[in-house]
């Protein structure tokens, strides 16, 4: 089994920064993709930035230029940093991971959210 837990949520005004960091634990062999997505009331849940083994990234366009995801390997660990947010990036953020297990199988896991509210 894999477990994701989130932490570094909160509230901050508009303009300002958070960073998101994700911990996997468990029956780890190897992580493969890791990724941050949100979802906003009433709205559908939507990639924010992902990361793959190789250490390539990907962005939505919103997020372009302001967020950067990270990741250390050591600590099966992925981070969010995010600068300027906007009151409407105020959301529920997931993280993600793929995950090749000791037992030689690959589970897609979530983890619990964070709440991210951006006052105006």
């Known amino acids: 089994q894999v477990q994701l837990v989130e932490s570094g949520g909160g509230l901050v005004q508009a303009g300002g920064s958070l960073r998101l960091s994700c911990r996997a634990s468990g029956s780890i062999f190897r992580i493969n993709n890791m990724g941050w997505y949100r979802q906003a009331p009433g709205k559908q849940r939507e990639l924010v930035a992902a990361?793959?083994?190789?250490?390539?990234?990907n962005y939505a366009d919103s997020a372009k230029g302001r967020f950067n995801i990270s990741r250390d390997n050591a600590k099966n660990t992925v981070y969010l940093e995010m600068n300027s947010l906007k009151a409407e990036e105020t959301a529920v953020y997931y993280c993600?991971?793929?995950?090749?297990?000791?037992?030689?199988?690959?589970?897609?896991?979530w983890g619990q959210g964070s709440q991210v509210t951006v006052s105006s």
């Open positions: 993600r991971a793929e995950v090749t297990t000791t037992w030689a199988t690959r589970v897609d896991d």
């Open positions: 990361s793959t083994s190789g250490c390539s990234t």
